[in-house]
T-cell receptor
């Protein structure tokens, strides 16, 4: 079992729709979770962090965390073509305190 | 401005040659990381360090070496033992992962090509 699993996509959504990105992780000790956005050929940039069960909203982005199910998700409302990128889920492993990444989900927002 | 600086942006290596990638941060972060990214793939952890003079192997450490002599610097050497080094290399830093608010920030990356 991979430490972090994400659907590779591409996830294709029309402009203005909600994009839903999912991630599962194997380390029950993980306490911190991050979502990064990466445009092709560029380095990842942080868009959301979440530490507690439930929802956390920041503008058009909502992160959701369920530690019992070892599941974290990212919702993007009113998707724009500029949101087209790869989204990386990154929990901090509990035992070794290291930041690990999923393979990423490629999102394509079409006009 | 605070941030992470990687150099060079592009690097070409001949077969059998060792090369060193530079990573410097002025964010006063304790933890630093090196990742490798192949085309269309995610980030794989090579090495990470949480304190000066200490570092741990990640998932793909073979053929790589690091040092952490200063808090600000975490250079990565790609040795001749790394048979397929062509990739995009990313350095990141964060506060110690034991606490919350441990977001990692990335440098701009070094693209290494074997010629």
């Amino acid at each position: 079992q991979k430490e972090v699993e994400q659907n590779s996509g591409p996830l294709s959504v029309p402009e203005g729709a909600i994009a839903s990105l999912n991630c599962t992780y194997s380390d029950r000790g993980s306490q911190s979770f991050f979502w990064y956005r990466q445009y092709s050929g560029k380095s990842p940039e942080l868009i959301m962090s979440i530490y507690s069960n439930g929802d956390k909203e920041d503008g058009r982005f909502t992160a959701q965390l369920n530690k019992a199910s070892q599941y974290v998700s990212l919702l993007i409302r009113d998707s724009q073509p500029s949101d087209s990128a790869t989204y990386l889920c990154a929990p901090v492993s509990g035992g070794y305190n290291k930041l690990i990444f999923g393979a990423g989900t490629r999102l394509a927002v079409h006009p | 401005d605070g941030g992470i600086t990687q150099s060079p942006k592009y690097l070409f290596r001949k077969e059998g040659q060792n090369v060193t990638l530079s990573c410097e941060q002025n964010l006063n972060h304790d933890a630093m990381y090196w990742y490798r990214q192949d085309p269309g793939q995610g980030l794989r952890l090579i090495y990470y360090s949480q304190i000066v003079n200490d570092f741990q192997k990640g998932d793909i450490a073979e053929g790589y070496s690091v040092s952490r002599e200063k808090k600000e610097s975490f250079p990565l050497t790609v040795t001749s033992a790394q048979k397929n080094p062509t990739a995009f290399y990313l350095c990141a830093s964060s506060k110690l992962p034991r606490a919350l608010n441990t977001e990692a920030f990335f440098g701009q990356g070094t693209r290494l090509t074997v010629v």
